[in-house]
């Protein structure tokens, strides 16, 4: 069979889908093969080669590709995320090598002769893009509407799953690269963008999905409903949120238990969670999969505060939610055995 020099998406897929599936292409065969023969800081810079936070997908990056894994078609898949944070906590910017092995990964930094470029907002996806134009010869500034940047990874995601000293190295080592930063800018109140497209030659606009999803459902304003995100964004800029003596988590995916473990030490809360096509929402997994990892996850709450997680899987629904006579919101929830599942609203920016 020939190989195409440079692999177009067919290709990709039909030979290596572990590479499709990753949103960066990583050459996961290469880094885990690397391994295999213990060359470790070549996992590294492999794996390190065509995204800039490494360290952080090898603690949070939901994988697919160890969904597309041909592995897993035989026995189970080859472990690529776990692989990932074994070599990252070796030459990655958490271990003594601090930022210099994660600058190997690139090459010389040229000059930022290139037409100047503008990214609105500094999470993730607008700091890979500041990184690339940079690298490309562009100058390039970042305007943040909070007073740091990272987005989500530092404003949604709980710190015991992402510590935030590695994702403030990941985000420096951007920054090295001669990247100006402006925080505290929220474009289309301090800036607008008729200005910027003044200042520079083109936007790159990367201001993610933080508004959180509501539930359409009566009573889902009241007092003490809480949307996760919301919660989570609170929790995670230090301002205390008052949650009562018990709380019930809507939702099965990752947004729902990262609030649910949240909550979980404030206080020995009795903790559900319900979720329609429980299994679905959690990243898609296959059923035998899933169930696993909630076991793992149920456990790991239960082992963490001694507190009693009960999960509803899939066949509650939420009719509506309710005000006591204490003045607390109450849910009313029926069995839906026989339902159709529900169709799924897709989001959109
Ligand atoms: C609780 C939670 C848990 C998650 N867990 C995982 C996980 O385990 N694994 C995983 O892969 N993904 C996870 N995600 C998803 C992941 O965090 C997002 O996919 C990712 O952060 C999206 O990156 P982004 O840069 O597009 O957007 P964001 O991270 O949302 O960043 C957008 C940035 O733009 C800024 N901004 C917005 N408006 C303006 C404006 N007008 N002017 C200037 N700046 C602006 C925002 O302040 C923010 O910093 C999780 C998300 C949440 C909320
Ligand atoms: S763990 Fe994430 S970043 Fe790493 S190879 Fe898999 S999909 Fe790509």
Redesign the pocket.
């Known amino acids: 069979m020939s190989v195409p020099a440079a692999p177009d998406a067919e290709w990709l897929w039909a030979n290596e889908p572990c590479r499709a599936a990753c949103p960066v292409n990583t050459d996961a065969g290469a880094y885990v093969t690397a391994i295999a023969e213990g060359r470790f800081e070549d996992a590294y810079l492999i794996a390190r080669a065509p995204n800039p936070f490494p360290s952080v997908?090898g603690r949070?990056?939901?994988a697919p590709c160890e969904r597309a894994c041909r592995r897993g078609s035989v026995d189970a898949p080859v472990s690529i995320r776990a692989l990932k944070r074994f070599v990252t906590e070796r030459f990655g910017v958490e271990s003594f090598a601090a930022n210099t092995i994660w600058h190997r990964g690139h090459g010389e930094v040229p000059p930022a002769s290139g037409p100047s470029v503008g990214v609105?907002?500094?999470?993730?996806?607008?700091?890979a893009a500041a990184c690339d134009l940079r690298l490309a010869g562009h100058p390039v500034t970042v305007?943040?509407?909070?007073d740091r940047?990272?987005?989500?990874?530092v404003?949604?995601?709980?710190e015991y799953?992402l510590p935030r000293a590695l994702i403030a190295r990941e985000v420096e080592a951007i920054v090295e690269l001669g990247i100006e930063v402006e925080t505290n800018?929220?474009?289309?109140?301090t800036h607008s963008i008729a200005e910027l497209l003044d200042r520079h030659a083109a936007l790159f606009l990367?201001?993610?999905?933080?508004r959180a999803r509501d539930l359409d459902l009566p009573g889902h304003d009241l007092d003490g409903v809480l949307r996760?995100?919301e919660y989570?964004l609170n929790v995670n800029q230090g301002f205390r949120v008052e949650l009562g003596d018990r709380v019930v988590v809507v939702g099965g995916g990752?947004?729902a238990f990262?609030?649910a473990r949240t909550a979980l030490p404030e206080r020995a809360v009795a903790l559900r969670l319900f979720a329609e096509n429980l299994e679905k929402t959690f990243y898609g997994f296959e059923p035998d999969f899933f169930q696993q990892n909630v076991q793992q996850v149920a456990d790991d709450v239960v082992g963490l505060v001694k507190a009693s997680l009960e999960i509803w899987p899939t066949l509650v629904e939420i009719c509506y939610f309710q005000k006591s006579r204490r003045g607390l919101p109450q849910i009313r929830v029926q069995n839906q055995r026989a339902a159709e599942p529900r169709k799924r609203r897709t989001r959109t920016p």
């Open positions: 997908c949070v990056c939901a609105i907002g500094g999470g993730p996806a607008g700091l305007y943040e509407a909070q940047l990272g987005g989500m990874m404003l949604g995601i709980p799953r800018a929220r474009i289309g109140e990367a201001v993610g999905t933080g996760a995100v989570l990752n947004v990262d609030a």
